[in-house]
């Protein structure tokens, strides 16, 4: 278990976004970073985006209970005044984080399920569902090493 915690203030994530359940979630996904990257649309958000480093997030929130949910690609902005057609921008609120580093290899479902079920709480910590936003951090690019962020509430 290699969590730490920290306190991170309010974030803007722009980006497009696709709504996905477990059964679905791997193709769903596919295509959204294959339509982000190769369809220009990682250049309208590169445009408003807060740097032009090669980071990225991939934001999730419920739709449906526990059985949807939606994933969204992009990256921090500040809070523009327009976006680019059909992105979605979010205002992520300020939490104290769970956070814990993987290596690309890792199965990032397998990842998240550890993390969230096991690994948090274990720090004696669990998740805050009322927050309603989990994500992934990419440093240097989606097909690197990431981090898992979930904002959490002593037990």
Request: hydrophobic share 30%; proline share 5%; aromatic share 18%.
């Amino acid at each position: 278990m290699k969590i730490y915690l920290t306190e991170r203030g309010e974030i803007h994530l722009c980006g497009y976004s696709v709504e996905t359940d477990r059964e679905n979630n791997d193709k769903d996904i596919h295509t959204l970073f294959h339509d982000y990257f190769h369809q220009g649309k990682a250049e309208l958000i590169e445009k408003i985006a807060q740097n032009n480093r090669a980071e990225y997030y991939g934001l999730s929130w419920y739709t449906q209970n526990h059985e949807k949910y939606r994933y969204l690609l992009g990256k921090e902005v500040a809070a523009p005044s327009e976006i680019p057609p059909g992105a979605q921008l979010k205002q992520v609120p300020k939490a104290l984080y769970a956070v814990e580093a993987f290596e690309a290899e890792i199965d990032i479902i397998q990842a998240w399920t550890v993390f969230f079920y096991r690994d948090i709480s274990d720090s004696g910590y669990e998740p805050n569902y009322e927050h309603g936003y989990w994500f992934e951090y990419y440093p240097n690019g989606v097909y690197g090493k990431y981090e898992l962020w979930s904002p959490v509430v002593k037990k």
